[in-house]
């Protein structure tokens, strides 16, 4: 089955930095758009930054210029280099990814079981 996996996240002080990564494994034929979102205790989980196929990427208003996504596509995995981080900045951070698997035919979302960033004041 295919599951998404994300890692890095930990405590850091604010204007630190933090480097996310998730990676898909499993049946994996294609993947199409991936990206990032995040959930705060109380609050509905919000997009931070997604990606299509094309490269086109966009970022939420409050980490443009400070978070950057990336990828690495023969190793299925993304990352989300994160600068400057702020106390608002904590969050459960969760990849995403709409993926079609060996056998099948349509596009699926997946979504990881998100790593913690607590940024500190």
């Known amino acids: 089955q295919v599951q998404l996996a994300e890692s890095g996240g930990g405590l850091v002080q604010a204007g630190g930095s933090l480097r996310l990564s998730c990676a898909a494994s499993g049946s994996i034929f294609s993947i199409n758009t991936t990206g990032w979102y995040r959930q705060a205790p109380g609050k509905q989980r919000e997009l931070v930054a997604e990606s299509t196929s094309c490269s086109s990427t966009n970022y939420a208003d409050s980490v443009k210029g400070r978070f950057t996504f990336s990828r690495d596509n023969a190793k299925n995995t993304v990352y989300l280099q994160m600068n400057s981080l702020k106390p608002e900045d904590t969050a459960h951070y969760y990849c995403?990814?709409?993926?079609?698997?060996?056998?099948?035919?349509?596009?699926?979302?997946?979504w990881g079981q998100g790593t913690q960033v607590t940024v500190s004041s």
């Open positions: 995403h990814a709409y993926i079609i698997q060996h056998g099948g035919g349509s596009w699926l979302h997946y």
